[in-house]
């Protein structure tokens, strides 16, 4: 009995032991306070993260939440890993730990790691991406969109490959270890996102042609008011004159689609789906619309019945009184309302234009909804919300 007993405690000292030396250290040193997330599980107490031997992706973010430094760290068994941390910069370098190696080396090598791609066993690997929207290619075979994690892969070397809109943003080897796991970083640099809108020109096109520009214009605008006296004399003129000129600035915007063509306030109303601008025109647009019917029947109605009487008043030959007599009480009046009715009718028509605004919008709102617009177009097309930010 103490003989199976010893030997069991025996076996579980060992698996003990086994166990620690499959794990390893991460130290993150920082002047300034950061949040750590590691494998996107935050750490709070980044001072002594302990990890599963093998490769993790490591990010820190500085306390206005700014991404500081973002990279695969590899975790050595029984070692400590360091990395320094700069908050106050765009970056971070990793230090030396253990055994004068690397703190933070990517697993994106080569294949030349010796091992053969016949290796029994299979390998994880975890993929973080700074895109969305990615497919994930495994020896050119698709593995899904968006994908973070991929299962039982044949140890060996393999080529990974990541799509984005139809465009490689990542394609390396890899190499997977058998009952490990592999981690590799897609990281959104300057490169990518110009190899991705080369690859995207009509799309680029189709914006230009559609985009809201909202241009605001301010002039200057002088007028001088004035009066002279001047007096004969012997050898010429003499006398004074005074005058006042006044400056006033005069501002005004035009909302221009496609860099060329001017669309007014209701045209980007209608492209913005602002109701209440399309509301206060239609609004605007009745009252219009029914002033100038009243005008226009104003107008019509004295043609129609003062006309004829007008006519029989001014003709030789009279056709609604006798000829040769003058025209009765009742004809004038007639004559006279016609000619008072059809000027008012021809009044209303005439001014009912004037009921229209100069904009609907003011700059600002124009401004806004242009780029409530141009960031709608954007994403239907594709772009990124940052393409053509000035």
Do not use: C
Not at 176 to 204: C, F, H, W, Y
Not at 334 to 342: E, K, L, M
């Amino acid at each position: 009995m103490k003989t199976v007993a010893s030997l069991s405690i025996f076996l579980l000292l060992g698996i003990a032991a086994a166990s620690a030396q499959s794990t390893g250290t991460l130290k993150i040193f920082s002047e300034e306070p950061v949040v750590v997330y590691v494998d996107e599980v935050q750490y709070p107490d980044y001072q002594a993260i302990t990890l599963a031997a093998g490769t993790h992706y490591v990010k820190a973010l500085n306390r206005d939440g700014a991404k500081v430094y973002s990279n695969i760290v590899t975790v050595t068994s029984g070692e400590v890993t360091s990395v320094l941390v700069d908050a106050s910069a765009q970056g971070a370098r990793p230090v030396a730990a253990t055994a004068n190696q690397p703190a933070a080396v990517t697993t994106n090598q080569p294949a030349a790691q010796g091992i053969p791609s016949s290796m029994t066993g299979t390998g994880t690997l975890n993929i973080f991406s700074e895109f969305t929207g990615t497919s994930l290619y495994l020896d050119e075979n698709k593995q899904g969109d968006d994908v973070k994690v991929v299962n039982s892969i044949p140890a060996g070397n393999h080529y990974l490959k990541v799509m984005k809109d139809g465009v490689s943003i990542f394609g390396e080897l890899i190499t997977i270890n058998p009952g490990q796991t592999t981690t590799v970083l897609v990281k959104n640099d300057g490169q990518v996102a110009e190899k991705i809108m080369e690859s995207k020109s009509k799309e680029r096109e189709a914006y230009q042609a559609q985009k809201i520009d909202v241009i605001f214009s301010t002039n200057s605008v002088s007028t001088t008011q004035g009066a002279s006296t001047l007096f004969p004399g012997y050898y010429g003129y003499y006398g004074y004159s005074s005058s006042v000129t006044n400056t006033s600035q005069v501002s005004d915007f035009k909302i221009i689609q496609g860099g060329v063509r001017e669309i007014g306030d209701l045209g980007l109303a209608n492209l913005a789906e602002n109701q209440n601008v399309i509301n206060k025109y239609a609004a605007i647009n009745k009252s219009v619309t029914r002033q100038m019917n009243v005008g226009l029947g104003m107008f019509l109605g004295a043609l129609l019945i003062g006309g004829p009487v007008l006519v029989d008043m001014l003709v030789e030959k009279p056709f609604l009184h006798p000829d040769g007599t003058t025209p009765p009480g009742w004809e004038i009046g007639v004559a006279t309302a016609g000619i008072v009715s059809g000027v008012f009718g021809y009044a209303f028509v005439m001014s009912a234009d004037k009921k229209y605004p100069h904009h609907y919008y003011s700059v600002d709102e124009a401004a806004k909804d242009a780029q409530k617009h141009n960031r709608k177009l954007k994403e239907n097309l594709g772009l990124p919300e940052s393409y053509d930010v000035k």
